[in-house]
C-alpha cells in the first residue's frame, strides 16, 4: 500500500515515526532500546543524520531529523533494527513476540518470516519554526500523554531528557539550523 506520506523536500527538516507491527510493545527491553540508540547514533556518525529530538516509547519512535537521503536512512535503519531485534529475540527466547511478528507478517513480505516494522516511516516536512516547535512539544509530551512520566525530563528515552543512568547524552543532538 502506498502512503500518503513523501519527503518532499530531500534537504529539509522532517517529523518522522516508526512503529512496532500491530503496536507490539519491543522496546520494554533495555537490550532493545539500546539496539535503536545505538543505530541512530551510528546514522549519525556514518550516514549523516542530523537527529534534532527523538522520543522512544514501548512500540514506536519519533524522530525530527534531516539528512539529504533520509528514506535510504530510515529504510536502512529499519532493516537492520529489525534484524538485530530478531536476533535479541530469538537469543532471549521471547518467542511470544517472534510468533506475534510471522502471525502479522504482511502477506507480501515473502524474503523474511517476520515483520518487526509497520511500512513506512511517514516523514512531515517541518517548514517553519513553529510547526518544528509544536512537533517537539508533541514528541516530549508522548510519555506524558501514556502516563508513564508528570515531567518529559523523566522519560530517559527522550530528548527532553537524553541523559543515561551515568549522565552520559544517550544520542548527541544536532543543533537546529533552519534555512
Not at 532493545?32 to 542530523?50: R, V
Not at 516511516?121 to 510519555?143: A, C, E, G, R, V
Request: hydrophobic share 40%; charged share 25%; with cysteine.
Amino acid at each position: 500500500m502506498k502512503s500518503r506520506y513523501k519527503v518532499v523536500d530531500p534537504e529539509g527538516i522532517h517529523f518522522v515515526t516508526s512503529t512496532i507491527i500491530e503496536w507490539i510493545p519491543v522496546f520494554i527491553q533495555e537490550e532493545a532500546l539500546n539496539i535503536i540508540i545505538n543505530s541512530l547514533t551510528f546514522c549519525q556518525k556514518e550516514k549523516g543524520l542530523k537527529i534534532y529530538a527523538y522520543v522512544i516509547m514501548q512500540e514506536h519512535l519519533h524522530l525530527i531529523i534531516s539528512s539529504t537521503n533520509i528514506v535510504e536512512i530510515m529504510q536502512s535503519f529499519k532493516r537492520h533494527t529489525a534484524k538485530t531485534i530478531i536476533e535479541l529475540l530469538t537469543n532471549t527466547k521471547k518467542e511470544w513476540i517472534l510468533n506475534q511478528f510471522h502471525y502479522f507478517k504482511k502477506k507480501n513480505k515473502i524474503e523474511s518470516k517476520f515483520q518487526v516494522w509497520q511500512e513506512g516511516f511517514h516523514p512531515q516536512l517541518l517548514n517553519s519554526f513553529d510547526l518544528i516547535n509544536q512537533k517537539m512539544q508533541y514528541i516530549h509530551q508522548n510519555p506524558i500523554r501514556k502516563g508513564f512520566v508528570n515531567d518529559p525530563e523523566y522519560w530517559r528515552y527522550s530528548s527532553a531528557c537524553n541523559l543515561d543512568f551515568e549522565g552520559n547524552k544517550m544520542i548527541k543532538l544536532d543543533k537546529l539550523e533552519f534555512r
